[in-house]
């Protein structure tokens, strides 16, 4: 999971790029970085470190230009301490490429030899997006006879991405001289936003692509529409924008984790509000409750803050019980599951959360969350609960257990660190010290996120184990495993 931005302005856009990047925040926490270009130039700062942290007067100062893009990241692949696995990447040939990505590449193997053996390039990290950018870099030098580029040439080379790539990808480049491309997966896993306003001088439309829609909205761009899946969209340096379809069979199976807990309450991506697919998942998750205990055990209904916020308040007025927050939470310390290491994400639990005695003492707690990954944070939270004065503790979840890898760019590589896998949900309970332990149905959230849409289909991968790519088999899954406990 990351965030990424990309521009296509009549003015400067290295502040435009930055402010983008401070309402992504919360989609990567381990480094960040801004490209820009001025004509055929490119300015290019990425460093380890949060948005406020990482760019100085003296380093905005360079970033001149008209076009730009940027990036947030939360390692999946690669070394999260490693500064030279931030983005954006760079490479020199055909004409100048720098690009960045939100997702995961599945055949990461197969294309560390295509790319060494076929197409004789060289990557330099351990990262997927630097491959993906070897490959779209060397199939558009593939399609230029001469040294000029048009739309078609910049196409076909994204459809021939899509042939030789598999996994999630969300993608903008910058193409020097000439423009932006941005361009999507045949499945849209990953969300890419597209906005537009005219400049101030009625000159020229401006353009933004982003990962989240809250980015355009700020920054006061109209929301076109979502970047299709297998869909590649090409802004020139003028404003002209053209789009076309690049594969011959796009399927939108959207990840549900980025409604769960991902994405921001007040985005909208694939035409889906994040905050009314959370109301929803509360409304539903109250009838399992109601279905599986007696509701004359609960006292009050408590969320852990932020995200399972909206879900609890639809279960405590569906159920009709008393709704409080019992947890304050410190706003300096960054969100837990993106943590680095699971002795990062333990420590940090009780530094992000206090629980307020006065709402605990002598009550039964129901407490809801936006789901339940490893269960790091869960155990430390229904024990603070308890050490606070609760009586009762009813832990419930508004996605249903995560039984599987996610694959497509969230950071849950090997089931072993999954409380879910190979235990019932009673045993979850019992491991986390929960007097009772409910989830939510399959089911009930794919139609909680679908409801009211043309939408047929989630990617529930982490739920189900069903891969919505087709090309993840067990092999995989555990050469994944195998390389993250080495």
Not at 245 to 267: G, I, N, T
Not at 382 to 395: D, H, L, P, S
Not at 402 to 416: C, E
Request: with cysteine; aromatic share 6%; hydrophobic share 40%.
């Amino acid at each position: 999971m990351c965030g990424i931005v990309g521009l296509v302005s009549s003015e400067p856009v290295n502040q435009q790029v930055y402010d983008a990047l401070l309402l992504l925040q919360h989609r990567g926490q381990d480094s960040t970085g801004i490209a820009t270009a001025d004509g055929a130039m490119f300015h290019m700062h990425k460093v380890k470190g949060q948005v406020r942290e990482a760019y100085r007067t003296r380093d905005m100062r360079s970033l001149l230009g008209t076009m730009g893009l940027g990036h947030v990241r939360y390692a999946t692949r690669g070394d999260a301490a490693n500064e030279t696995e931030a983005q954006p990447f760079y490479v020199n040939a055909p004409y100048g490429i720098i690009l960045v990505h939100n997702g995961n590449l599945t055949n990461t193997r197969e294309l560390a030899d295509q790319l060494y053996r076929d197409d004789r390039r060289h990557v330099n990290s351990s990262s997927d997006t630097e491959m993906l950018l070897n490959v779209l870099a060397n199939e558009l030098q593939k399609q230029i006879p001469g040294s000029a580029l048009d739309t078609d040439q910049v196409f076909t080379a994204v459809s021939r991405v899509h042939d030789r790539v598999e996994g999630s990808y969300a993608v903008i480049s910058m193409i020097a001289g000439h423009g932006l491309l941005a361009f999507r997966d045949p499945y849209g896993i990953r969300p890419l936003v597209l906005g537009k306003r005219r400049n101030a001088s009625d000159t020229m439309d401006e353009w933004i692509v982003a990962s989240e829609s809250l980015v355009l909205e700020s920054a006061g761009y109209e929301l076109v529409r979502d970047v299709a899946p297998g869909e590649a969209i090409f802004i020139a340096l003028d404003g002209a924008m053209t789009s076309k379809q690049c594969h011959a069979a796009p399927r939108l199976a959207p990840c549900s984790f980025e409604y769960v807990y991902l994405a921001r309450p007040d985005s909208v991506m694939n035409g889906i509000s994040v905050y009314e697919a959370r109301l929803r998942m509360g409304d539903r998750l109250a009838d399992t409750v109601s279905a599986h205990m007696p509701l004359g055990d609960v006292d009050v209904v408590m969320p852990i803050p932020d995200s399972s916020r909206p879900a609890a308040m639809q279960v405590a007025q569906k159920l009709g019980i008393e709704y409080r927050e019992g947890f304050y939470k410190n706003r300096y310390v960054g969100r837990t599951f993106i943590m680095p290491g699971q002795a990062e994400r333990k420590k940090s639990v009780k530094q992000k959360l206090n629980a307020m005695g006065s709402e605990f003492k002598g009550k039964n707690i129901l407490i809801v969350d936006d789901s339940i990954v490893r269960g790091t944070t869960s155990k430390e939270i229904v024990e603070m609960a308890r050490e606070a004065g609760a009586n009762k503790v009813t832990f419930t979840s508004a996605a249903p257990p995560v039984r599987y890898p996610h694959v497509y760019g969230i950071n849950m590589p090997s089931r072993l660190e999954l409380i879910a896998h190979d235990r019932r949900i009673p045993e979850i309970g019992e491991v986390l010290g929960a007097d009772h332990m409910i989830y939510q149905e399959v089911a009930d959230l794919q139609s909680a996120i679908t409801e009211g849409t043309d939408i047929a289909e989630l990617d529930l991968s982490c739920f189900t184990g069903e891969y919505v790519t087709g090309t993840v088999s067990p092999e995989y899954l555990a050469w994944v495993e195998r390389t993250q406990l080495s």
